[in-house]
């Protein structure tokens, strides 16, 4: 069992930066694979960046070269730099931790980019 809490969302204005972060506890987080995934209103969640136990690391077209993804095995916590923010950003953010078979989702942290 993996318990996930996210932090760091907030208003925040067009071409401005967030770091969120996951704090995970309850299992051994350096195994899991480690993801971002995003849900705007009206729309289904999308997946924004995964990082794997070695550290390799994935992104949507729309966050390439924005967002950076990483994590701290030693503190149990994931990452996600948001720079040159975007009012399509908008959404809630949500990590997620996978290891096959079982999968753990936080509950979201609120980011709104708006002037």
């Known amino acids: 069992q993996v318990q996930l809490v996210e932090s760091g969302g907030g208003l925040v204005q067009p071409g401005g930066s967030l770091r969120l972060s996951c704090a995970a506890s309850?299992?051994?987080?350096?195994?899991?694979?480690m993801a971002w995934y995003r849900q705007a209103p009206g729309k289904q969640r999308e997946l924004v960046a995964t990082i794997s136990s070695g550290h390799s690391t994935k992104y949507a077209d729309s966050v390439k070269g924005r967002f950076t993804i990483s994590r701290d095995n030693a503190k149990n916590t994931l990452y996600l730099q948001m720079n040159s923010l975007k009012p399509e950003d908008t959404a809630v953010y949500y990590c997620?931790?996978?290891?096959?078979?079982?999968?753990?989702w936080g509950q979201g942290t609120q980011v709104t980019v708006s002037s």
């Open positions: 309850g299992s051994i987080f350096s195994i899991y694979v």
């Open positions: 997620k931790a996978e290891r096959n078979p079982y999968i753990y």
